[in-house]
């Protein structure tokens, strides 16, 4: 778990609010992933970037806005959320695309209010 | 819909007693199939994973059956331990040939160890 970092743990946030989420891997992975779990729902995929570059957006609102700076790093921008986007925020790095073992990180817990 | 979902969302065994988690998945083009344990505040952790082209994997303690004709997998666990104790989600991938590149989940099965 420690290979996959995830800050905050927790938020809380207004729907007018405009926060971020940061992801960092120290594993020298290719490929980086943001999920959404819920708590009446499978994880959900929402984003995937291999070596920097955005490959699947499973059709995610755009008030959620992933940013990957280097393969190391990935943020998820939020603004003007809705309370049913509360969720836990989870993290995973694999070596390449598709195919590999993901770690996760810890996941940022968010709430909506 | 889901592609790949769980049969029980609760497993309760005895300390000591080996435990069979089954997953069911519809696409028959899925070719890397995961088990994830998930404790409570953490994230998934991996378990084991197989591939398309075998049947069966084994690890300490785990074993992964895959069973590509009814499209069936499960996750024993030998001898559980308290430290068992968790919700287990299998997860799977179609890859080869240009297919998704992240991982679709089921819903996960709480199980949980008496003492």
């Known amino acids: 778990e420690t290979g996959v970092t995830q800050t905050p743990r927790h938020l809380v946030m207004g729907m007018t609010n405009k926060k971020s989420l940061k992801c960092e891997q120290h594993?020298?992975?290719?490929?980086m992933y943001w999920y959404k779990q819920s708590a009446k729902k499978p994880l959900e995929l929402m984003f995937v970037?291999?070596?920097?570059?955005?490959?699947e957006n499973n059709s995610v609102p755009s008030r959620f806005s992933p940013e990957c700076p280097n393969s190391s790093h990935l943020f998820l921008h939020l603004h003007t959320l809705q309370p049913e986007d509360s969720a836990l925020y989870l993290c995973a790095s694999s070596q390449d695309r598709g195919g590999y073992e993901q770690y996760f990180g810890p996941g940022t817990r968010l709430t909506v209010t | 819909g889901e592609s790949v979902g769980l049969h029980l969302p609760t497993l309760s065994v005895q300390e000591g007693d080996n435990s069979i988690i089954n997953c069911a998945y519809s696409?028959?083009?899925?070719?890397?199939f995961i088990w994830y344990k998930q404790e409570s505040g953490k994230g998934p952790q991996f378990i084991i994973d197989?591939?398309?082209?075998?049947d069966k994997r084994q690890g300490q303690r785990v074993t992964v059956l895959l069973n590509k004709t009814v499209k069936h997998l499960s996750l024993q666990i030998a001898a559980t331990q308290p430290g068992d104790s968790a919700v287990y989600f299998c997860?799977?991938?179609?890859?080869?040939?240009?297919?998704?590149?992240?991982?679709?989940f089921g819903k996960g099965t709480h199980l949980i160890i008496q003492p």
């Open positions: 997860a799977e991938n179609f890859w080869s040939g240009g297919g998704a590149d992240g991982l679709t």
């Open positions: 696409n028959s083009a899925s070719d890397y």
């Open positions: 594993l020298g992975h290719n490929a």
């Open positions: 970037y291999n070596f920097k570059e955005q490959t």
């Open positions: 197989i591939r398309s082209n075998m």
